[in-house]
């Protein structure tokens, strides 16, 4: 998920969808426990998080998202519980 302003992008494997709502609701709507802030603008879902290798997120299908110093401890803490 990808924050845009007032819309996010809606990532998936095939297909990106595009949402006129903020970041935070659509990741409420999706469920908070699937998912995890990796930066302000991004969020990934923990089910395709393939690797962490130093500030970036590797995700199963090739996509890598940077990992922001703010979001680091508690991205850390989520993907080890």
């Known amino acids: 998920i ?4 007032s819309y996010v992008y809606i990532h998936t494997i095939n297909r990106r969808y595009i949402v006129h709502m903020p970041i935070k609701q659509v990741t409420e709507k999706f469920g908070e426990q699937h998912f995890v802030r990796v930066q302000k603008s991004f969020v990934v879902n923990i089910a395709h998080i393939e690797s962490v290798h130093g500030n ?7 996509k890598q998202v940077r990992l922001g110093a703010n979001y680091r401890q508690s991205f850390l803490e989520k993907i080890n519980n």
């Not at 990808?2 to 302003?5: K, P, R, S, T």
């Not at 970036?56 to 090739?62: F, I």
């Open 56 to 62: 970036t997120v590797h995700l199963n299908y090739g």
């Open 2 to 5: 990808e924050g845009a302003q």
